[in-house]
């Protein structure tokens, strides 16, 4: 509550058992909520996901003029990060109406995601391969993402996705607010 967050999130945290804010969490969200773009590096267990993930749904959710598509997207460079990252974001979201959280990784079948992709999709949580896949097939747009989350960047460097996210983030607006976490900041993303 004291750090701004909607009250349907704050409903869904006290659900879930949160008490209080890791110290990652009280030092990025209060910023990223102020709009800010991010760069943070923090251990592993230290709480990210939440540190980014409450205030991008936050922005979703106080958005009384919802846009059409895809309000977040968080890329991660595994299928089992991006699973989990979007079962927490399921998690945080379950007290907030109509909103729709899809994730699409690669080494799964495509049913599943081409259903989840053919509805209204808010928070989109996707390795970059599995997603270019799914751009290259018009099945998802960008055009509409307002914040963009790098989760575990430094893997993703090392597994030479750094290409795919650029192609990806030229297709989003200009105005994007980025959110990058990880549990160290490479030389070649610092600014």
């Known amino acids: 509550e004291t750090l701004g967050l909607s009250t349907h999130l704050v409903s869904a945290l006290k659900k879930a058992g949160f008490e209080s804010p890791t110290s990652v969490q009280s030092a990025s969200i209060p910023k990223a909520l102020e709009g800010h773009d991010l760069m943070v590096s923090a251990q592993t267990g230290s709480g990210k996901t939440a540190a980014f993930m409450l205030p991008a749904l936050h922005r979703i959710v106080s958005n009384p003029q919802r846009p059409r598509g895809v309000s977040v997207l968080v890329l ?36 599943a995601q081409l259903k989840a992709l053919s509805r209204r999709v808010d928070v989109l949580v996707a390795t970059p391969g599995r997603l270019m896949d799914h751009l290259q097939s018009k099945r998802v747009k960008l055009n509409t993402v307002q914040t963009l989350v790098l989760d575990e960047a430094d893997r993703m460097l090392d597994m030479g996705f750094i290409a795919d996210v650029d192609q990806l983030a030229a297709r989003m607006a200009e105005d994007l607010q980025m959110l990058v976490f990880s549990a160290t900041i490479p030389k070649k993303l610092q600014p």
């Open 76 to 111: 991660a460079p595994t299928r089992e990060l991006a699973m989990q990252v979007g079962d927490a974001a399921k998690t945080y979201a379950s007290q907030c109406r109509d909103l729709r959280v899809a994730v699409v990784v690669g080494g799964m079948p495509y049913g």
